[in-house]
T-cell receptor
Framework: SQKIEQNSEALNIQEGKTATLTCNYT??????LQWYRQDPGRGPVFLLL?????KEKRKERLKVTFDTTLKQSLFHITASQPADSATYLC?????????????FGQGTILTVHP | GAVVSQHPSWVICKSGTSVKIECRSL??????MFWYRQFPKQSLMLMAT?????????EQGVEKDKFLINHASLTLSTLTVTSAHPEDSSFYIC???????????FGPGTRLTVT
């Protein structure tokens, strides 16, 4: 069966450092991999999308890599700030007839300490 | 950016009653919307796909007669939880992709508590 694992349930880092979150998947061939931020009691907020034929995407302090051979994505937040503290979710979209149907990982709770 | 709203943001109902949750895309049209459920300390699980002008499609294990979905217009989808039971208590979240895009825009969620 399809499985998505985000390797850390929780990650604590100091302000200014780079946070690196990992998403691994098995029995899946995603056309798109997406990262979302979720604050307590709120819906997820879209951050970045990367396609299966792309290796890296950047947006401001965010960077995502996608290795379809390793079946892994890394999500980086550089120069982290306490305001970056939240749960980060990776989500896979198989595309095609499954367009838009997202399968989510369990999330990593990031805490950035001042 | 694209905005999706949900109403109500929270609701408490008695066991056996029905509850309707609305999901609206405010600044774009959505022929497809998605409904997710999230239990405490768990991730989002897709329940169903709401299609404007046709029947919703449900994920395996989701009872279509219990979770009624109506996509009334290009900006509105509703989820009705019928004969609610305490085990239906959860956080219900809808999402929609603006046309041509693959990323989803999520509503703020509805907290349902069944007593």
């Amino acid at each position: 069966s399809q499985k998505i694992e985000q390797n850390s349930e929780a990650l604590n880092i100091q302000e200014g450092k780079t946070a690196t979150l990992t998403c691994n998947y098995t029995n899946y061939s995603p056309a798109y991999l997406q990262w979302y931020r979720q604050d307590p009691g709120r819906g997820p907020v879209f951050l970045l999308l990367i396609r299966e034929n792309e290796k890296e995407k950047r947006k401001e302090r965010l960077k995502v890599t996608f290795d379809t051979t390793l079946k892994q994505s890394l999500f980086h937040i550089t120069a982290s700030q306490p305001a970056d503290s939240a749960t980060y979710l990776c989500a896979l979209d198989a595309g095609g007839t499954s367009y838009g149907k997202l399968t989510f990982g369990q999330g990593t709770i990031l805490t950035v300490h001042p | 950016g694209a905005v999706v709203s949900q109403h109500p943001s929270w609701v408490i109902c008695k066991s056996g009653t029905s509850v309707k949750i609305e999901c609206r895309s405010l600044d774009f049209q959505a022929t497809t919307m998605f409904w997710y459920r999230q239990f405490p300390k768990q991730s989002l699980m897709l329940m169903a796909t709401s299609n404007e002008g046709s029947k919703a499609t449900y994920e395996q294990g989701v009872e279509k007669d219990k979770f009624l979905i109506n996509h009334a217009s290009l900006t509105l989808s509703t989820l009705t939880v019928t004969s609610a039971h305490p085990e239906d208590s959860s956080f219900y979240i809808c999402s929609a992709p603006p046309g041509g895009l693959h990323e989803q825009y999520f509503g703020p969620g509805t907290r349902l508590t069944v007593t």
